[in-house]
């Protein structure tokens, strides 16, 4: 018997929660799940051992947040978790600076931010961040992208 997608499984792995009974995982793990895949519905990531909630706060209310602030960004980069922490790094960095350097960075970031944030000497984030990559995505400078971001977690946590 094959481990159903979405199973809850044990700690150790070695069982799957049918409903009413735990039943014991194929030798072969019940599949080749890769950790942070998600499931065919997107409400479920697996961490290796079960499948997690995809975002215990809403990714679907985030993701429709977002959208509706103008950042269009993938359903499964939409976690909470992440976008709040991304959130918090580029916000704390970005006020971090002096007017000038606001307006310089408000600038360069409408020519893609991706670019300007990825870049070795500024390191702010990583190549290729989804959050990051979304913003470029936009018209909004990054201000104006980091403003947008908190409305849309204010309105998917209300």
Known sequence: MTVPDGAQLSEDGKYWWDGSDWQPVPEDGGGSTEVGQLSEDGKWKWDGSQWQPADEEGGDGLHEALSSQGIDIAPENADAGYVQQMYDHLSDWYDSLDDVSKAVVDALSQEGADTLLADPTVGVVNADDPLVTA????????????????????????
């Open 135 to 158: 913003f470029a995505a936009t018209d909004k400078t990054l201000g104006e992208s980091l403003q947008a971001t908190g409305e849309a977690l204010e309105q998917a946590s209300a």
